[in-house]
């Protein structure tokens, strides 16, 4: 069965350092989504995309995050300089078309930042 | 506020007993409604997903229920298993939130105890 697939699966970093994730959708799906999840807490929208193109990023907290996907294919959110508050789960997940599809989530990357 | 309101927060129960999980939504309207379970450390899994239509579905032990009239949304355990143990977050999608953006609850954590 296909899956989302994310890396690393922890991440222990200090502040003000760089950290970046990366996420391989299932093939095919054109949608991918970014988010970040508090202990506790469901998930948060960061950014969306539609193939290559952003098309949901209100929620992304731009002067530190960025995420591209330049070819359509997988995904990269980098985090620069990570905060203390930025530690937390950060889920990717992909969906077949961005009109109400299922939405298949990977394992997810836990962020801790010292 | 959130638009998607769980309880119990959390709970424990006894291996092989039931329990029942309650969502309180106010999206509307709605496209669907879908019940995910997070185990510690890993991404959401979708579980049931039903439209604004259905009345209940099941997956196994797993069967969920929607009233749209009330907005209210619940999901039964059956017979629990400790591999239950988890986190059981209600999701809801709307139209007019656009590209596929989703309301997550907090999540109701369950602990089944031998």
């Known amino acids: 069965e296909a899956e989302v697939a994310q890396s690393p699966r922890y991440k222990i970093t200090e502040k003000s350092q760089a950290v970046a994730f990366w996420c391989d959708p299932i093939?095919?799906?054109?949608?991918l989504y970014w988010y970040r999840q508090i202990l506790g807490q469901g998930p948060e929208l960061l950014v969306q995309?539609?193939?290559?193109?952003?098309?949901?990023d209100s929620q992304l907290p731009k002067d530190r995050f960025s995420a591209e996907r330049l070819k359509g294919v997988d995904s990269t959110l980098k985090i620069q300089p990570a905060e203390l508050g930025d530690s937390a789960m950060y889920l990717c997940a992909s969906s077949l078309l961005m009109d109400g599809n299922e939405q298949y989530f990977g394992p997810g990357t836990r962020l801790t930042v010292t | 506020k959130n638009q998607v309101e769980q309880s119990p927060q959390s709970l424990i129960i006894l291996e092989g007993k039931n329990c029942t999980l309650q969502c309180n939504y106010t999206v509307s309207p709605f496209s669907n409604l879908r019940w995910y379970k997070q185990d510690t450390g890993r991404g959401p899994v979708s579980l049931t997903i039903m439209t604004f239509s259905e009345n209940t579905k099941s997956n196994g032990r797993y069967t969920a229920t929607l009233d749209a009239d009330t907005k209210q949304s619940s999901l039964h355990i059956t017979a629990s298993q400790l591999s239950d143990s988890a986190s059981y977050i209600c999701?809801?999608?709307?139209?007019?939130?656009?590209?596929?953006?989703?309301?997550f609850g907090k999540g109701n954590q369950v602990v089944v105890i031998p």
């Open positions: 093939s095919g799906h054109a949608t």
């Open positions: 999701v809801v999608s709307a139209p007019w939130y656009g590209n596929n953006r989703l309301a």
């Open positions: 995309f539609q193939d290559e193109s952003v098309v949901d």
